[in-house]
């Protein structure tokens, strides 16, 4: 199989606070990792591409100083929202794949992100 | 630029009907190809994905979809749609070498009536 996990799967924060999301390749080893958001009744948006030891590369208008991507292992990506907005609000959800060639992207069930 | 459009916001089915979800997409070679299913508040299942070879693909739940290269279309189908089935469906394209971001269509929400 190819499970990938996200943690928390929901989470409430404050204003101005940072929040951490971690996305784990459970079972296989993601040369790449992916971060979409969704906003509610649409489609997925690339935020990023995480590659392991590497930094990551952010879609424009995304701001990398505000959605900070560590990619520290084959198996972990985080995703930290720092300074956290009610416009951040949203679906994140990532993916990865386990080499480069013919395969697909193996989703994680997301994280509902809710900032009051 | 590339894009993929799928035409219908929502579509609803009588439980037994047939489904045709229309997907098309806009690129100068033929990119890899996906269907994906999400329900509400969940992530994302995939139903089947085109690489390459028979245009007909077979994935999972009764779905197939038909790639088309002269139309840039690979529109999902399922001869008999269940109350399950209901859910937004998404395609996608990944373009160049596999391993590379997906662009998603907007989605189409499937419902099912009695």
């Known amino acids: 199989g190819a499970v990938v996990s996200q943690h928390p799967s929901w989470v409430i924060c404050k204003s101005g606070t940072s929040v951490k999301i971690e996305c784990r390749s459970l079972?296989?080893?993601?040369?790449?990792m992916f971060w979409y958001r969704q906003f509610p009744k649409q489609s997925l948006m690339l935020m990023a591409t995480s590659n392991e030891g590497s930094k990551a590369t952010y879609e424009q208008g995304v701001e990398k100083d505000k959605f900070l991507i560590n990619h520290a292992s084959l198996t972990l990506s985080t995703l930290t929202v720092t300074s956290a907005h009610p416009e951040d609000s949203s679906f994140y959800i990532c993916?990865?794949?386990?080499?480069?060639?013919?395969?697909?992207?193996?989703f994680g069930p997301g994280t509902r992100l809710t900032v009051t | 630029a590339q894009s993929v459009t799928q035409p219908d916001i929502h579509i609803t089915v009588s439980e037994g009907a047939s489904l045709e979800l229309r997907c098309n997409y806009s690129?100068?070679?033929?990119?890899?190809l996906f269907w994906y299913v999400q329900s509400p508040g969940q992530g994302l299942q995939l139903l089947l994905k085109y690489f390459s070879g028979d245009t007909l693909v077979q994935g999972i739940k009764g779905f197939e979809a038909e790639f088309k290269r002269s139309q840039s279309s690979f529109n999902l189908r399922k001869p008999s749609v269940h109350w399950s089935d209901a859910a937004e469906y998404f395609c996608?394209?990944?373009?160049?070498?596999?391993?590379?971001?997906?662009?998603f269509g907007k989605g189409t929400t499937l419902s099912v009536s009695s």
């Open positions: 993916s990865a794949t386990k080499y480069r060639g013919m395969d697909e992207q193996y």
């Open positions: 690129y100068g070679a033929t990119p890899y």
């Open positions: 996608a394209v990944e373009l160049g070498q596999a391993g590379t971001a997906l662009i």
């Open positions: 079972d296989f080893q993601a040369t790449t």
